[in-house]
């Protein structure tokens, strides 16, 4: 690395960072303004600023009081030109616990390092900071859209970018990254540096893989997914315009397995960051003082490098207590400030006792609620902070202007408990460090008592804000049994709920509502349409049972009459024979043989031969009228008349047998 080089740092009119050096310059861009108060009027501060930040995480601005961290700054930037120069993967993961100082050593050390001993190509860099969250392509598109729009909310480019990012090629390659940089105006002489702190965020998300949500969680991941694979593929696109710096929190080095590519370019890129030496302790903690010009006693220097050395995530409890320390200057020694605190460990929990203790009833409610907001319980890992809208945390009967003001109480310069961000009308807030989620014991106590309802409260809070994105449309409105979970967190938390999600909520339930008045309205017009069919079959049925029985009745008059017929015709016949007109007899015979008869098939036969008898007997006496005028008939004719007689009575005998069985 080349000699140090004086930097200037101001801000251009977007809000974006500029670092200048000798002839060059790095613009940096942020997704997430930090608002950062003042503390409290204080007639006693007459020794200058406190150089000294407390628990945030040191930025480019800061970078004047960032000390200690010299020469794995030079590491990094060396590892950073070897990427960019090999022509592979352009990916610096930056690695270590929480409280190991990545975030600050990332934005307060190597990018203005950048500024000072600039990349071959990289004179007027551009750097794009950004956190996450739980929807890790909105950020980056949002990001992209700030630096092409120098919008500080470009809502229409965010979005038309969104959509770009989530676009895979014909190849399944989501290049969306490299093609949004390709167009922006400069970008071979002004290439991009993506630096993304807190990384471990994207997997954070709470929203669990179950059957009631699987639609949420899929779409969860296929945004990661895409998150991820456009970052790699834009790393290593051969027109070298994006490189990307990444923190991430050591115990999440797992997660990363899910992701082959990225695990092995961690496994071989990672550069982790070790807990600082004895040497280094002395310089983070001697030299702000000494610039500011009131150089801390070595004594002093001493008992905090013996209190911070070798402790997890001491850092930033380091700077918690030096903050202390400066403040009580010059009316208390250090040493005195120091044992009053309780030591580097116990100023932190001290100080977010004593503000909790110091509001009221109504205060501390609003406190811990949006303490809890801030949070999401690990499984499996150490709980982490989390970044919250305030708007989320205002429940009925509070005004956003209450909640604001009880957070400012925690994000005062003297103490910076919480980090406020964002614009007018979208700010956010979250714990400045994880290290207070450790040794608060009130915070924890909270914590530990209600990790099932907060869990649980994040996918509400998810839910929420996907329906009012929408438009609030009744498709993304839980029903059961995710409602009837609703139903039971709302009756023990209703005052937990922010006032959009009291609204989501009561979207459900009247929804539940009208589909239930629907499904009564379905199930009694359903009974009354069956009540009309089977009235209206019954009716048929009937009508059709009296048809049959009238039919029936018809048939039966039919039959009795045409019966009542040919006994007559026989009667006729008979009678005609004993006066001895045989031709008359004859005549009303052969009518009797053509009755209608049950149309058995052994009635049929007998019927054709009573038909065929009668015909023989009708031209035997025409033949032989003339025997026949004034005589008897001969023994042939008695015996055709017999057998068609027979043949008459045989086919009665059928049809009174064939209705009887």
């Not at 007459?46 to 200690?68: Q, V």
């Not at 993506?194 to 779409?219: A, M, R, S, W």
């Not at 970052?231 to 115990?251: F, M, N, P, Q």
Request: charged share 30%; net charge neutral; hydrophobic share 40%.
């Amino acid at each position: 690395m080349s000699e140090n080089r004086s930097i200037k740092i101001g801000e251009s009119a977007d809000g974006s960072i500029v670092v200048t050096g000798d002839s060059n310059t790095v613009t940096i861009y942020q997704s997430q303004r930090e608002i950062r108060e003042e503390a409290l009027p204080d007639e006693k501060a007459d020794i200058g600023p406190n150089p000294y930040l407390g628990l945030g995480a040191f930025h480019e601005k800061d970078t004047n009081r960032f000390f200690g961290r010299e020469r794995l700054m030079a590491k990094l930037w060396e590892k950073f030109r070897d990427l960019n120069e090999s022509g592979k993967m352009r990916l610096l993961p930056i690695l270590g616990p929480s409280g190991s100082g990545k975030s600050s050593l990332a934005r307060a050390g190597l990018i203005p390092e950048l500024a000072r001993n600039p990349l071959p190509g990289y004179n007027k860099a551009r750097v794009a900071v950004l956190t996450p969250g739980t929807q890790p392509l909105q950020a980056l598109a949002g990001i992209l859209a700030r630096i092409v729009t120098g919008d500080s909310v470009p809502v229409a480019k965010t979005r038309e970018f969104a959509e770009e990012l989530k676009i895979s090629s014909d190849t399944c390659t989501f290049d969306g990254l490299s093609r949004i940089s390709a167009l922006f105006p400069d970008i071979q002489a002004s290439p991009l540096i993506i630096l993304i702190d807190q990384f471990e965020e994207i997997y954070t998300y709470e929203v669990k893989k179950e059957k009631d949500n699987l639609k949420e969680y899929e779409e969860y991941i296929k945004n990661r997914e895409a998150f991820i694979a456009t970052l790699l593929h834009a790393a290593s696109d051969k027109s070298g315009y994006v490189s990307v710096i990444l923190t991430l929190r050591s115990d999440f080095l797992g997660e990363t397995q899910a992701h082959p590519l990225l695990n092995q370019t961690i496994a071989a890129e990672g550069e982790i960051v070790p807990a600082m030496s004895e040497d280094e302790l002395r310089a983070a903690i001697a030299r702000p003082a000494e610039n500011a010009g009131h150089p801390l006693d070595k004594a002093v220097v001493d008992m905090l490098v013996e209190q911070s050395r070798d402790r997890d995530g001491a850092l930033p409890l380091l700077q918690f207590a030096l903050t202390r320390i400066w403040e009580n200057l010059p009316d208390r020694e250090p040493a005195e400030t120091l044992d009053e605190i309780g030591g580097v460990g116990g100023a932190l929990a001290e100080e977010a006792q004593r503000l909790y203790d110091s509001l009221n009833k109504e205060e501390k409610a609003i406190a811990r609620r949006a303490f809890l907001s801030m949070v999401t319980p690990g499984e499996g890992t150490k709980d982490t902070r989390r970044r919250a809208a305030i708007e989320n945390m205002v429940t009925n009967g509070e005004d956003i202007a209450q909640v604001k003001r009880v957070l400012e109480r925690f994000s005062y310069k003297s103490a910076r408990l919480i980090t406020l961000s964002g614009e007018e009308g979208t700010q956010a807030a979250e714990v400045t460090h994880e290290a207070l989620l450790e040794h608060w014991r009130e915070f924890r106590e909270w914590l530990d008592e209600n990790r099932e309802d907060i869990r649980f409260h994040r996918r509400v809070e998810a839910a929420t804000v996907r329906w009012n994105g929408q438009g609030r449309p009744d498709g993304s409105l839980w029903q059961s049994p995710d409602l009837d979970l609703l139903k039971e967190f709302h009756e023990r938390a209703a005052t937990e709920m922010a006032v959009i999600q009291t609204e989501f909520f009561k979207s459900c339930v009247n929804r539940e509502k009208r589909s239930r008045k629907i499904k009564q309205f379905i199930s009694v017009l359903l009974i009354l349409l069956s009540i009309i069919t089977v009235t209206s079959a019954l009716k048929a049925t009937n009508s059709n049972r009296l048809a049959q029985k009238a039919l029936s009745d018809v048939k039966n008059e039919r039959k009795r009459a045409q019966s009542f017929l040919v006994k007559n015709y026989w009667l006729n016949a008979a009678r005609s024979i004993e006066e001895k007109n045989i031709v008359k007899g004859l005549h009303f015979f052969s009518k009797s043989g053509k009755g209608e008869l049950e149309k058995t098939g052994i009635e049929r036969c007998i019927s054709k031969i009573h038909l065929r008898v009668n015909a023989i007997l009708l031209k035997y006496t025409k033949s032989n009228k003339k025997k026949f005028d004034n005589k008897k008939p001969d023994i042939l004719f008695r015996l055709w008349f017999f057998m068609a007689h027979l043949l008459r009575l045989l086919a009665n005998y059928l049809k009174f047998f064939y209705h009887k069985r």
